[in-house]
């Protein structure tokens, strides 16, 4: 309980949002990114990468957030990736929304996967 309190401290001074453009410069195959929409906006289109966890599952399944680093959180605009990031933040994880969301990734054209899998086949 003490090391989540203390993690919760630290992130006090970190933002919890970050602009479309930073979170694309933090992007990479390997970073954690975790998508709150739901399965059929997932399908549509999303960031190569990010892990489908649909916002009212999402407190359900933190145990299955990967801690080890920062965690970038996006849905369609950024109003549930905020949701999200707060109820990450509550749990001790280092966890950004994304402004924006997919609507500002795939505006700057950048690369969409569609289907049901984090990156194309």
């Known amino acids: 309980m003490q090391a989540q309190v203390a993690r919760q401290r630290d992130l006090l001074d970190k933002p919890i949002e970050v602009t479309a453009d930073d979170f694309a410069a933090a992007w990479s195959p390997s970073a954690t990114i975790v998508d709150v929409r739901e399965p059929m906006e997932y399908r549509a289109g999303h960031v190569p990468g990010a892990q489908l966890i ?68």
């Open 54 to 121: 649909p916002l009212g599952q999402l407190a359900d399944k933190v145990g299955e957030v990967p801690t080890g680093g920062p965690v970038y959180v996006i849905c369609a605009s950024g109003n549930r990736s905020r949701q999200a990031t707060e109820l990450l933040r509550r749990s001790g994880v280092e966890a950004y929304s994304v402004a924006g969301g997919t609507s500002a990734w795939a505006n700057a054209g950048r690369d969409i996967v569609t289907g049901p899998y984090a990156t194309a086949s």
